[in-house]
């Protein structure tokens, strides 16, 4: 499995505006802005899907990829319905992609931020729901007393 998927698309002609989204193998989100120079045919637009691998002899740790893909890195790549590249940050390990590609070659510098975890935040916000249930201080409330029909008292359920 590779350590990062990434959706990058440019727009421009010779000087040109790139932007993504990496998700990496732990589902963690990451979003980069940029610009560089290149060339796509036969529009002034590029896209690429890609999977990547951080260069090192061992699996990264979850922060060890957080670190190596957030930040300022120079990206070189190119392709024609199949591609690679290479992504390269000061004192980082190198990213290489390979994936599907628009025709085109470019050299780009971006930025790239960590976004979120969307299953770390579902899980809080599930647990969080449920210890409120179980506390009975929730948005849903379970009654410690229930009545029949007739109005008589019941076992305590919950």
């Not at 932007?19 to 590029?46: E, H, K, Q, T």
């Not at 002899?57 to 893909?69: C, M, Q, R, W």
């Not at 590609?101 to 470019?106: D, E, L, Q, S």
Request: some cysteine; charged content about 15%; aromatic content about 10%.
């Amino acid at each position: 499995m590779p350590d990062l998927y990434t959706l990058t698309v440019g727009a421009g002609e010779g000087a040109f505006g790139i932007g993504g989204i990496s998700m990496d193998r732990n589902f963690n989100f990451y979003g980069f802005l940029g610009g560089g120079v290149g060339v796509a045919a036969p529009l002034p637009a590029s896209a690429s899907l890609t999977g990547g691998y951080l260069n090192t002899s061992t699996k990264p740790s979850p922060d060890e990829l957080k670190n190596a893909i957030t930040g300022r890195a120079t990206e070189v790549s190119g392709g024609f319905v199949a591609g690679g590249g290479v992504v390269m940050g000061s004192n980082k390990p190198k990213i290489y992609n390979g994936g599907l590609y628009t025709p085109g070659v470019n050299a780009a510098v971006t930025g790239t931020k960590f976004l979120g975890n969307p299953v770390k935040f579902l899980d809080s916000a599930i647990n969080s729901v449920v210890n409120q249930i179980q506390r009975g201080t929730g948005p849903i409330t379970v009654p410690a007393v229930y009545y029949d029909p007739s109005g008589n008292r019941l076992e305590r359920c919950y």
